[in-house]
């Protein structure tokens, strides 16, 4: 396979040779409208050698005024041509949305399914990681701020990936899935969508690593390409939500009963902020609704807060507080509850909740041992949900 460098090299001649002529007419920029995917200078971003790929944003409408209507998540951002969403990565150009976020990848990773957290599909398997900058929600804790709160031009660096560039590079490092993570995937949906399609052809599985805030048509057509997803669930407040991310709680919990009766495989995320959303009564109403709505077997992960972005005043969680809230959620009737973010810890493993044994021993990312035959308890028959 050709490397991004060659890749993008042979892909650019007809472009280069086009802007070389527009200069020569004594143009300064290029014609946004000309080319759809492909490098391409924006208005007021810099022509380097590493120009920004663009592809004409699905999930708008066309308002007077030549104003267009994001239709992607919760926000239903208008929005003025020259200006950018919320998210900042979804500009309008002359009446028409574009994603600045098409193939432009800020970091790319490999590693285990177990650092999504996904504790109970496919454990210890490899996942070929992407993301980008931009995000439609602006938590005060975030620890990947340096990509969801940048615009794409901020970014240190950033890498072009085409979807089936991006499917090939996930097959030679023998992952097993692809996961959009890092920054909120929602805003790089165009992306994902073609990119999750072409994965399942090639056998591997998709995640989708979420705040869950799409708006319902651009849900249901990326989790019907998706098998699992990692939810971050920030509180059970309306107020904390507004307050410390910018966010609306509702529409995530809609989402999370539409992802369920897809019949996506769904691991639910709680980071536990001291003094913020780690309230006993706020931890009891959100397992209630969780056991009421998601079910006893959906995983719940109870993450400890580190000091990170703009609450580096606010401590750790201490470790006491996370192992009530899962004594919380267990008396609630949750089957599977971890102790994230502890490494060490007991609740990393995976215990049967019919004879209480260890059915997948892990410490931390890694997995030593899983106990599991058939879908199957080794030691008493239960039956243990998850993909194995």
Request: negative net charge.
């Amino acid at each position: 396979m050709l490397g991004r460098r060659e890749f993008l090299k042979m892909g650019c001649w007809g472009l280069a040779a086009t802007l070389f002529l527009s200069r020569l007419n004594g143009l300064t920029t290029f014609d946004f409208n000309q080319v759809v995917k492909g490098s391409m200078r924006l208005d007021g971003l810099r022509l380097t050698d590493q120009d920004i790929m663009v592809e004409e944003a699905r999930y708008y409408s066309q308002l007077d005024n030549n104003m267009v209507g994001c239709e992607l998540c919760f926000r239903g951002c208008r929005i003025s041509p020259g200006e950018r969403g919320f998210c900042q990565v979804r500009k309008n150009h002359e009446g028409k949305l574009y994603s600045l976020v098409y193939g432009n990848m800020g970091t790319v990773t490999v590693g285990p399914v177990e650092k999504k957290p996904l504790h109970q599909y496919r454990p210890g398997a490899r996942a070929n990681n992407y993301g980008t900058a931009g995000c439609n929600l602006s938590c005060k804790f975030c620890h990947n701020w340096m990509l969801s709160q940048q615009k794409l031009e901020e970014l240190d660096s950033y890498q072009h990936y085409m979807p089936q560039e991006a499917v090939e590079y996930a097959l030679q490092r023998e992952a097993k899935l692809i996961s959009f993570t890092y920054n909120e995937p929602t805003v790089f949906i165009e992306f994902m969508l073609e990119t999750a399609q072409l994965a399942r052809e090639q056998g591997l599985g998709v995640n989708v690593n979420t705040n869950a805030l799409l708006a319902e048509k651009p849900l249901q057509d990326l989790m019907s390409l998706a098998d699992s997803a990692t939810v971050d669930l920030k509180g059970f407040s309306q107020d904390f939500y507004r307050e410390i991310c910018q966010g609306e709680l509702d529409p995530v919990l809609k989402n999370l009963q539409r992802m369920k009766e897809m019949g996506v495989w769904v691991e639910v995320v709680n980071l536990i902020i001291p003094g913020l959303n780690d309230q006993e009564e706020m931890i009891q109403n959100m397992c209630r609704w969780f056991y009421e709505q998601l079910g006893p077997q959906t995983p719940l992960h109870l993450n400890r807060f580190v000091p990170a972005y703009r609450l580096q005043n606010i401590a750790p969680t201490p470790v006491g507080t996370l192992e009530r809230a899962r004594d919380i959620a267990v008396q609630e009737g949750l089957d599977f509850v971890y102790i994230g973010n502890v490494p060490g810890h007991t609740y990393n493993s995976t215990f049967c909740p019919g004879c209480n044994s260890v059915v997948v021993e892990r410490h931390h990312f890694s997995v030593y041992e899983v106990k599991i035959e058939d879908g199957k308890c080794r030691y008493c028959g239960q039956v243990i949900a998850g993909v194995w």
